[in-house]
């Protein structure tokens, strides 16, 4: 362990450690559903009829696909279906009196799931995502200040473009991670434009 200037300890390359999760009560109340979820739900065994020719993660594109193309009135009862659903979570919720067990009780940490959908990558994360390759895992430090300085060099069209990536990624993670965790099957990931390809923009 090295210590910084100011004199409290400062981690060595590789030293990362995390804190772990604590349990899950299952008694807790479930979640409340997305509209989206609740259309999910709805229209996966149409889709599967009309479409037995898509897979998994096809079909979850199509589910995904249709969704944009509703209109506010056939949206509208899944709204209504999700606004319930969460009133449902909130009772529920006043009502549930936590086991101190899973308060005190320190678990290990979950193992992540490789089929789970990735996380839409940060607009300045999408900067330095290349350069990092280059650098030794040990140096997470170092490829995050690298990104950083990388991306206030970025001109403002450079910026408003990585925003609108990250946004877009970002509505279909959550649209993926509601049926992925409803169906606990694998779905596909967000579109990601190819890095190399990002880096040779921004390097023109």
Known sequence: MVRGAVGRPKKAPGDHTRKPRKKKDKNAPK????????????????????MPELQFLEISSEIG???????????????????????????EKEDYVPDPSFETT????????????????????RTRARRSRRLP???????????????????DKKRVKYQKMH???????????????SNDVAVQEPDE????????????
């Open 65 to 91: 696909r249709r969704w944009k193309k509703i209109t506010d009135e056939e949206r509208r009862p899944y709204d209504e279906l999700a606004a319930a659903d969460k009133r449902r979570y909130m009772e």
């Open 167 to 181: 946004e877009e990624a970002k509505v279909k993670y959550l649209q993926q991670m509601d049926v992925y965790n």
């Open 193 to 204: 434009v190819d890095e190399d390809e990002e880096d040779d923009e921004d390097d023109e």
């Open 31 to 50: 979640r409340a559903l997305s509209a989206f979820m609740f259309f999910s739900n709805d229209i996966r065994d149409t889709v599967k009829k009309e």
């Open 137 to 155: 895992r040990s140096w997470p430090r170092v490829a995050r200040a690298a990104g950083q300085k990388r991306w206030r060099a970025l001109p």
């Open 106 to 125: 320190k678990g290990t940490r979950k193992k992540k799931d490789p089929n789970a959908p990735k996380r839409a990558l940060r607009p300045v994360t």
